[in-house]
């Protein structure tokens, strides 16, 4: 069973930076995609960033310049680091992984969520 779990959110003062975790462990053969997604009230889920195992990074506009991703492959961890978050950054952050249980398996995994709240 794969499981994805994560950490680091809370609350933060506009302009403040958190760093969000996502750890997978289980069954794992590969994970060639990992990434972030948010969902912020009566807003649909929305992208964040996403980052492919070798390397290849993708941010959705609002949060370029502000946001990096980043992951260890080596612990099956992917991380946000968050800097300059402004109140439209408050949103439940999921994390979401394609992970490959197989050579022939590969399914989307997410996260339970983690809310991140700006406000002064």
């Known amino acids: 069973q794969v499981q994805l779990v994560e950490s680091g959110g809370g609350l933060v003062q506009p302009g403040g930076s958190l760093r969000l975790s996502c750890a997978a462990s289980g069954s794992i053969f590969s994970i060639p995609t990992m990434g972030w997604y948010r969902q912020a009230p009566g807003k649909q889920r929305e992208l964040v960033a996403t980052m492919t195992r070798g390397g290849h990074t993708n941010y959705t506009e609002s949060v370029k310049g502000r946001f990096t991703i980043s992951r260890d492959n080596a612990k099956n961890t992917v991380y946000l680091q968050m800097n300059t978050l402004k109140p439209e950054d408050t949103a439940v952050y999921y994390c979401?992984?394609?992970?490959?249980?197989?050579?022939?398996?590969?399914?989307?995994?997410w996260g339970q969520g983690t809310q991140v709240t700006v406000s002064s």
């Open positions: 979401n992984a394609g992970i490959r249980t197989g050579y022939y398996n590969l399914r989307d995994y």
